[in-house]
């Protein structure tokens, strides 16, 4: 592996510790103006003091974050569907150029194994990663799982060593029953993605489960930002992801967060 992967690598999942927090505001890809991200910037400024490195469209870095902000990029160079249509009908979006002019830390694209549209994404993720070896930058594969796939560990290990055979150099997936099974057999980082929104205390218990099963973090969305309190919540996480720290004093930090906000706000 060469220097500028290495680095870009390091840039994302931290040498300190192996770790990453990083948080997911891609979803208008395929969603529009989702709940939480109907307007990006309000959303992602004050989140970002607390990611290692944020994952989005390059249509919502330019436009809504500041290029002074300098958190590592994960760029979405996947999509061409909406939630209206096949979703596993995807292809890239973004050419190398452009994430180059970027200055991204990672491309991200996802794979939808066992869909209608497997060939194609599973095709565009080894060409992207051709060309991410070409210039140094790794590819972050997302294991999409479509509305009828179960998310066991059988079908996400298929996923996520798929990807990594296929060259990815980190995966991201979702927790679920034996993830221990999905880790040993995948040879490279694996992070989890947050799911649709659920009570805090929930999500946190999915992301403390995760990196003590053996994923090196996350890449959270809506249990961030769909919460009364995304701040409380992204320290939270992060407590658990590089301090080592329980469910239960990750969400005080959590209750805290919103109790200030709260505090302010009246
Ligand atoms: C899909 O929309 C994206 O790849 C998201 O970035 C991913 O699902 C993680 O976000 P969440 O934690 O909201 O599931």
Redesign the pocket.
């Known amino acids: 592996m060469d220097w500028g992967m290495k680095n870009r690598l390091a840039r994302i999942i931290k040498p300190e510790d192996g770790r990453t927090v990083m948080l997911?505001?891609?979803?208008g890809?395929?969603?529009g103006p989702t709940s939480g991200l109907e307007q990006p910037r309000k959303t992602i400024e004050p989140l970002i003091p607390y990611a290692d490195s944020i994952?989005l469209t390059r249509g919502v870095l330019r436009t809504s974050v500041d290029p002074g902000a300098n958190v590592p990029v994960v760029l979405?160079v996947s999509g061409g569907t909406s939630i209206l249509k096949e979703l596993s009908n995807e292809d890239i979006t973004v050419s190398i150029d452009d994430a180059i002019r970027l200055n991204v830390s990672a491309m991200?694209l996802?794979i939808f194994v066992g869909s209608e549209f497997e060939k194609q994404t599973l095709v565009s993720l080894a060409k992207l990663v051709d060309e991410g070896e070409k210039h140094g930058i790794p590819v972050l594969a997302?294991t999409?799982v479509g509305k009828d796939m179960a998310r066991d560990a059988r079908y996400l290990g298929l996923s996520c060593r798929i990807a990594a055979e296929l060259g990815a150099h980190i995966v991201?997936t979702?927790y679920c029953d034996g993830f221990e099974e999905v880790i040993e057999s995948c040879p490279i980082p694996v992070i989890?993605?947050?799911?649709?929104?659920t009570p805090e205390i929930e999500a946190l218990e999915l992301a403390f489960n995760a990196v003590r099963t053996g994923a090196v973090g996350?890449?959270?969305?809506?249990?961030?930002?769909?919460s009364d309190s995304p701040v409380g919540m992204i320290r939270a996480v992060r407590a658990i992801v590089h301090e080592k720290a329980s469910v239960a004093d990750a969400y005080k930090i959590y209750e805290s967060a919103k109790g200030a906000k709260a505090r302010k706000a009246g």
Do not use: E, P, T
């Open positions: 997911a505001v891609d979803h890809y395929f969603l994952m979405r991200a996802s997302v999409a991201k979702y989890i993605a947050g799911g649709k929104k996350v890449d959270m969305g809506r249990n961030i930002f769909q």
